[in-house]
């Protein structure tokens, strides 16, 4: 072997030597009592043993080996991993303090500065999600005014839906828009038409950010921040399109500062400029720019994607199971014939109601939430989870658990019907989480959900475009999507 090639190998082992030994000091567990899971490789954990398409065939098999609470390390950070119900829902009911602070990770702490309510912990949180929740529904969450607001853009979708004459399109977009138009007119008190070239980008950010959060590159940036940092890659592109979507924010909330009538709130961002005039300590404390900024980001991210999300699920799930789609149709016929849907209509229609729970069950689309942390050393299930442990609730597995839905990896709206074709809840239905930290938007998404979809079944048949097969894979990632596809919406004759 030549010299300088006996200089790089030898360097190469001894950089390979030291940062295994790092890695050791930072990883050996001293606690004899942390949940099992799999032998470790140096440097990156256990990410061999993940099926990177579809990691929850990871954790079933996992859980399989370890039971329902164990532990994988992905890089440096060792993980507990809760599986089924059973585990879940013991954590939440018995330890739900203990579980409500969100995990550092890089990506998110960096984006968000420890602001706004997803990635916020301590005090800022709790002030910033007391403020969230009073004044969304001061806005109108589960009122008749928001149901309103909703109803009034159902119309437009409709209209431009029917723009399509009943052609093959791709529905992405245009849920989009409807969905983000609803939480926007909450939150800035406005709506875009669709195809404004503003909503269009501010949605391309959000979505494009979505789908690079479960990139290998940010992986490694959130297992080793500083040394992939400097690196170019998809950690950057998500901290730039970050930055784009608060420029959106600032612009919106300072052409509202310059007209704010204190005696005339209109919308979320009012409400909080409102908070900042107060003189009180904990207003000047946590009312500031940088808070608002992210929290109105936060609501736009969570509220957009997901409910959208389920949307598109509910149209290729009611366009593969045709007979599915007549019975909703149906329904809608007997209680709502040709008025407008109403929220009070849920509950005159069981089986509408089981169809969208069960599109949410079976879309599964945030299979892993962002990981909790411990606040303290926490006793569990004959396991010891010391402070600052990160925690992740597979919610995956409990929509999926077999105790608990007879037929988990079919769609079967009859896990939420009984046999006198009543509507019966299903306690491992947490597709909003449970806890602390559960789902802000729940009663919003909900209303979302029901409105939407009874107006499009009531209006439109779905179908697919001639000679395509409705392929119902998911695209596993941050969210579980479908894949691209093509729809085509017939206008039904009142049959
Ligand atoms: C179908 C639609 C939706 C689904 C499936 C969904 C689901 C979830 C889930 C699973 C979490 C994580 C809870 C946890 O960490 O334990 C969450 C958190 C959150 N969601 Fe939603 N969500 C939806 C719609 C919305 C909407 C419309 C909004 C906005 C108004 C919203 C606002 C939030 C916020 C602010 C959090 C963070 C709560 C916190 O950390 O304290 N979500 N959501």
């Known amino acids: 072997m030549p010299g300088p090639a006996i200089v790089t190998l030898a360097l190469f082992l001894i950089i390979f030597c030291l940062l295994s030994k790092a890695f050791y000091n930072r990883t050996k567990n001293k606690n004899k009592n942390f949940p099992p899971g799999p032998k470790c490789l140096p440097i990156i954990g256990n990410l061999h043993i993940f099926d990177v398409k579809n990691p929850s065939k990871t954790f079933t098999q996992l859980s399989k080996k370890f039971g329902p609470v164990f532990s994988v390390q992905l890089g440096t950070q060792k993980m507990v991993i809760l599986y089924g119900y059973d585990a879940v829902k013991d954590a939440f009911m018995n330890h739900a303090e203990e579980l409500s602070e969100r995990a550092d990770i890089p990506i998110f702490t960096e984006a968000s ?34 149901e309103d607001r909703i109803n009034e853009e159902c119309d437009s979708l409709v209209q431009i839906i029917k723009s399509y004459g009943g052609k093959p399109f791709e529905n992405t977009t245009i849920l989009n828009t409807a969905v983000a138009n609803v939480i926007i007119s909450i939150l800035l008190g406005h709506r875009y038409d669709y195809g404004d070239p503003t909503i269009l980008k501010l949605m391309s950010l959000i979505n494009e950010n979505f789908k690079l959060l479960g990139s290998p590159m940010v992986m490694l940036y959130n297992m080793y921040p500083k040394l992939i940092g400097w690196l170019p890659g998809s950690h950057r592109k998500i901290l730039k399109n970050n930055s784009d979507v608060n420029d959106f924010i600032m612009e919106a909330f300072t052409k509202q500062k310059n007209r704010l009538d204190v005696n005339h ?166 597709p909003f989480s449970a806890g602390k930290r559960r789902c802000t938007g729940e009663i919003l998404a909900k209303t979302e959900l029901f409105l939407f979809f009874t107006r499009l079944f009531q209006t439109f048949t779905i179908q697919a475009p001639p000679n395509t097969e409705v392929d119902i894979t998911p695209v596993f990632g941050f969210t579980n999507t479908p894949m691209s596809h093509k729809i085509c919406a017939v206008l039904r004759h009142n049959d």
Request: zero cysteines.
């Open 113 to 146: 500065k420890g602001y706004g309510i997803v990635f916020s912990n301590g005090e800022n949180w709790k002030v910033m999600r007391r403020f969230t929740i009073s004044t969304l529904r001061d806005f109108g969450m589960g009122k008749k005014s928001i």
């Open 265 to 430: 709130q209109e919308n979320f961002i009012d409400a909080f400029l409102i908070k900042q005039l107060e003189k009180n300590p904990e207003s000047r404390r946590y009312f500031h720019n940088d808070n608002l900024i992210t929290l109105v980001s936060n609501l736009i991210v969570a509220g957009l994607e997901t409910t959208s999300t389920v949307l598109r699920w509910g149209l290729l799930l009611m366009m593969k199971y045709p007979d599915i789609q007549k019975n909703v149709q149906r329904e809608i016929n007997q209680i709502i014939g040709q008025r407008q849907p109403q929220i009070e209509d849920r509950k005159q229609m069981p089986y509408t109601d089981a169809v969208i729970h069960e599109i949410q069950r079976f879309g599964n689309i945030i299979p892993a939430i962002v990981p909790l942390a411990t606040t303290q050393g926490v006793k569990f299930r004959g396991y010891f989870l010391p402070k600052g442990t990160h925690v992740i609730p597979l919610l995956g597995s409990v929509l999926k658990d077999k105790t608990y839905f007879e037929k988990p990896d079919e769609f079967y709206p009859e896990h939420f019907l009984n046999s006198q074709g009543h509507f019966v809840k299903n306690e491992a239905f947490l």
